[in-house]
């Protein structure tokens, strides 16, 4: 016999496990497009959560217009269907007019080239619906509430709960029953058979962009009797579709089935049993399932990354031009404080400190063929340690800023060991998940980091507190461990790391430990990373869990991209434009998101080198004129 507190427990298990079941069935529906559009176009799609952002708004103003229309249920439930189909036609048009171009780029273009979008469509949204959260009526019929084990459960998530395996077996039914979702399941397997059967890739590839859109959007749509909607929403729910689609297998929409009840079952229960944690364990379990089965829990293994090919440039060695070029940088550096007012200064700091970053990851992404999503994890950690050693050891400044790349160093070597492991997109997600454990940790260790609020108070010492003094030691170890990263490129080491980019095989084959060459190389970006996050603490004087999120990693690959990935010293120019961009162009406009999404798609279409790439190519061919 249950004694009443063992019922009390019991039913209080219930409907805590119907709410991650409701919360599931909502994110399995979102990320269900994003798995769907990888499958077959092998596009890691970040603009996923602004089809999903779209749904929300446009299922807000489309449902209360056909209530005010007409009466009953029928006039909501067409709003969300339209919202969806709405969000499916505006990913359509992006596939048409973007994605079709870059199939074949590499997936950092690819990357770049979605969060492009996300840019654009975030100001749309507020052009359009304005800034403020914006509420959606509720769903009649399911207002109120029902009683579930002697507990009240709203009707709604009870609908929601209901929705994710009507979802599940709607699309097994057009995957399986239609000629649409046969040749879907026939792309994800093998594109080229498909494409020597006569298939039209470009209209199924638009199709299924639609179809994935149009889940996302209905996903954002099913919320707003729940949450107003907002135009951060898109950034928020990437993330965790993110992990679904990682953790269940790239791919597989039954994979993604299985993780979406994973987390949402864990984000239940895990907000009762570690309630500071709960962040920090969903992104832990994504990186244990890449760690230990890196396709995921029903993904098969993906090929290596296709955009390798495409650095298979040779560098030129240092010569005596590019030594003069450099001398005269670093004076036009050192005598730039005679001319610049404070505000300039601070902005210099800030060009060299993310040249540095920038810098350090190109390491990885040009030169070793290493595509990382994540590398905001050693800049923020190198911060952080500065910032904690200062705050709690009590150390002096000198100790904190050693400590910042020994500790981030560390800390790349530690998740490079596994990170290495894997190849092509699943090596990218797992470098995206310990970026977001790393942030994760951030805004829940409150006691420690200070959580959204962050530290405050972390200031140079007393020698190097006036701005142009610090300017010196910003120019003086930027440009140490700038020198040494150029250095290494034309080191052994160096070679042996492009060889082990251009060709894996090839590499091991003439002794190469192509493993050991990538991980030296994540600790030594990881060390040069957490240095200039050092430098970058003591210039602002706090810090926050935001130099951890995903923008501050967007930020240094178009800073890569924009200077030149195949480049040596591309991404240091790719860093003072970018910063040029951002303080003295963007300010003219309150559209700057969609100014600066403009010039991404502009860099990944027209100008794929950089600028020092291009500047390069072109002296190429003056040269190759002449001769």
């Known amino acids: 016999m249950i004694e009443s507190g063992e019922a009390l427990d019991l039913s209080f298990l219930l409907i805590q496990t119907l709410n991650g079941l409701a919360s599931a069935s909502a994110l399995f529906i979102a990320a269900s497009g994003l798995t769907i559009i990888f499958g077959v176009t092998r596009i890691v799609n970040f603009a996923h959560g602004s089809f999903y952002m779209l749904g929300t708004y446009l299922a807000v103003t489309l449902t209360q217009s056909f209530m005010d229309a007409w009466y009953g249920a029928a006039s909501f439930w067409a709003g969300v269907v339209a919202a969806a189909i709405g969000a499916g036609i505006i990913g359509a048009a992006m596939e048409v007019l973007l994605l079709r171009r870059i199939y074949k780029a590499p997936e950092l273009f690819q990357l770049l080239a979605t969060f492009a979008v996300v840019l654009i469509v975030q100001d749309a949204v507020i052009y359009l619906f304005g800034p403020q959260d914006i509420l959606g009526p509720r769903a009649p019929g399911l207002r109120g509430a029902v009683m579930i084990a002697g507990e009240r459960f709203p009707a709604y998530e009870l609908l929601l709960v209901a929705a994710g395996p009507v979802v599940l077996g709607a699309i097994w039914l057009l995957f399986n029953k239609t000629r649409f979702g046969v040749l879907v399941r026939a792309a994800t397997h093998d594109r080229t058979m498909l494409s020597a059967l006569g298939v039209n890739q470009a209209l199924l590839f638009t199709g299924t962009v639609f179809l994935g859109c149009a889940l996302a959007g209905l996903g954002g749509a099913l919320q707003i009797p729940k949450a107003p909607a907002n135009s951060h929403m898109d950034v928020n729910i990437i993330a965790e579709a993110f992990v679904v689609t990682v953790i269940g297998g790239m791919g597989s929409v039954p994979g993604a089935f299985l993780a979406a009840v994973l987390i949402g079952l864990l984000q239940a229960f895990g907000i009762l049993i570690f309630p500071k944690i709960t962040l920090v364990l969903v992104f832990l379990v994504m990186a244990v399932v890449l760690v230990v089965r890196p396709w995921g829990l029903l993904g098969t293994p993906e090929p290596e990354l296709r955009g390798e090919a495409a650095l298979m440039v040779p560098l030129r060695p240092w010569d005596r031009t590019m030594t003069f070029l450099a001398i005269g940088a670093l004076v036009a550096l050192a005598a730039f404080p005679l001319v610049a007012d404070a505000f300039a200064l601070k902005l210099g700091i800030e060009v060299m400190v993310f040249a540095l970053f920038a810098l350090s990851l190109n390491l990885l992404l040009g030169h070793g063929g290493v595509i990382s999503f994540g590398h905001a994890a050693w800049f923020g950690i190198g911060a952080y340690a500065s910032a904690l050693v200062l705050r709690h050891a009590g150390a002096p400044m000198e100790l904190a800023l050693l400590a910042a790349p020994i500790i981030a160093g560390l800390c790349a070597f530690a998740a490079g060991w596994f990170i290495v492991r894997l190849s092509g997109v699943y090596l990218a997600m797992l470098t995206l998940a310990v970026a977001q454990l790393a942030y994760a940790i951030a805004f829940q260790w409150v006691e420690v980091t200070g959580g959204d609020n962050g530290l405050i108070g972390i200031w140079p010492s007393d020698w190097a507190s006036g701005r142009l003094v610090y300017y010196y030691l910003t ?84 800073m890569a991209l924009l200077g030149g990935i195949q480049t040596v010293t591309g991404p240091l120019l790719g860093a003072a434009g970018l910063h040029l961009l951002k303080d003295f162009v963007m300010p003219l406009t309150d559209y700057w998101r969609t100014l600066l999404g403009l010039t991404i798609i502009a860099l990944v279409l027209l100008f794929p080198a950089g600028i020092a790439g291009t500047l390069r190519n072109l002296l190429s061919r003056r040269e190759g004129g002449a001769s």
């Open 475 to 558: 120019l003086a170890l930027t440009g140490i461990a700038a020198a040494f990263l150029i250095r290494l490129v034309f080191t052994p080491f160096g070679h042996g790391l492009r060889a082990a980019r251009d060709s894996a095989l090839r590499a091991e084959s003439i002794g190469i430990d192509v493993r050991k060459q990538r991980l030296v190389a994540f600790a030594i970006a990881g060390a040069a990373a957490g240095l200039a996050g050092g430098l970058y603490v003591f210039s602002k004087g706090n810090i926050d869990p935001s130099v951890l999120a995903i923008p501050t990693s967007v930020d240094a690959l178009t």
